[in-house]
């Protein structure tokens, strides 16, 4: 009888790892909370937000560079499929959910109703995730040049981007300034006048994770190239803003930070792109692929 290590390979240990990443990422968030009690009181010390993004943003990239590693050095690939799902749940599911939540749960001051429908989106997200999972699993032997519906790693850099350009649009020096929320009986902390869209950006990831839209595996041409600017955008943002917030010895220069949520505003707007483009052709299954 095999051991457990006599059944993984080197793709399997990057899939660990990325699990690791995920399980990284929850705890940068827990670390974040005192922290989001009053985050823009006295400049915006959130760098363990920036912190749990940037493991998520790895694991991602963990992801995409396990299965050619697997079809290259894994002769076998015993555990591969169940550790993928079980890794891409926590990293791209539950972990992003989480840090929506946290972000921008308003804490201790908000409405039942929106604490209630931020938690909502949340699992809905999840739900929506390993759905996505698991029909990935069961399409994997298909071949299609396509994806049937948002993949779990592209949920997760919408979400990042989204909150991001939310949470920085204050700094940014467009639209509105910090908002409070007018009825609390002590003083409110102020947060940023959009952060109400991430319930649906939140929605409308899950729906597209769930739907039967083909969208490109992005294997080559400008559709690749596209997607390596969004992901160098996106972590140049992260790394910027982390440094900025936590790392940095020097003041937080808000003016720099705000110059920071221009990396997420553009990276979104080409999440966004990727999403809406032309659908590519559909393909008809061999009965012996379906």
């Not at 968030?29 to 937000?49: A, H, M, N, Q």
């Not at 990042?160 to 300034?177: E, F, H, N, R, Y």
Request: with cysteine; hydrophobic share 50%; aromatic share 12%.
């Amino acid at each position: 009888m095999k051991t457990t290590f006599g059944m993984t390979g080197i793709a399997d240990y990057i899939t660990l790892s990325n699990a690791l990443l995920g399980t990284a990422s929850i705890f940068f968030l827990i670390l974040s909370v005192e922290e989001l009690g009053s985050p823009y009181s006295s400049d915006l010390r959130t760098k363990f937000i920036w912190a749990s993004m940037l493991c998520i943003f790895l694991s991602a990239i963990g992801d995409i560079i396990d299965g050619p590693v697997a079809r290259k050095y894994s002769k076998k690939r015993l555990l591969g499929g169940s550790l993928d799902i079980m890794s891409d749940s926590l990293s791209f599911c539950v972990a992003p959910a989480l840090m929506m939540f946290i972000m921008f749960g308003r804490w201790g001051e908000a409405a039942p109703l929106w604490t209630i429908s931020l938690a909502i989106v949340g699992c809905w997200v999840i739900a929506t995730g390993m759905l996505r999972l698991a029909r990935f699993q069961y399409e994997e032997g298909s071949n299609l040049p396509y994806f049937n519906g948002l993949s779990s790693p592209g949920n997760a850099m919408i979400l990042m981007s989204a909150s991001g350009l939310i949470w920085l649009q204050p700094v940014m020096g467009i639209g509105p300034d910090l908002i409070d929320h007018g009825w609390c009986s002590t003083t409110c902390n102020k947060h940023p006048y959009f952060d109400f869209l991430i319930l649906p950006v939140m929605f409308f990831s899950g729906v597209l994770m769930i739907s039967d839209r083909r969208l490109s595996k992005l294997k080559g041409g400008l559709d690749m190239k596209l997607s390596i600017l969004q992901m160098l955008l996106l972590l140049i943002g992260i790394v910027t803003a982390l440094i900025l917030t936590g790392l940095s010895d020097t003041a937080l220069d808000s003016e720099n930070l705000g110059r920071t949520g221009w990396l997420f505003f553009g990276s979104f707007l080409l999440c966004i792109y990727y999403v809406v483009k032309p659908q590519p052709p559909s393909v008809e299954l061999d009965a012996s692929e379906q």
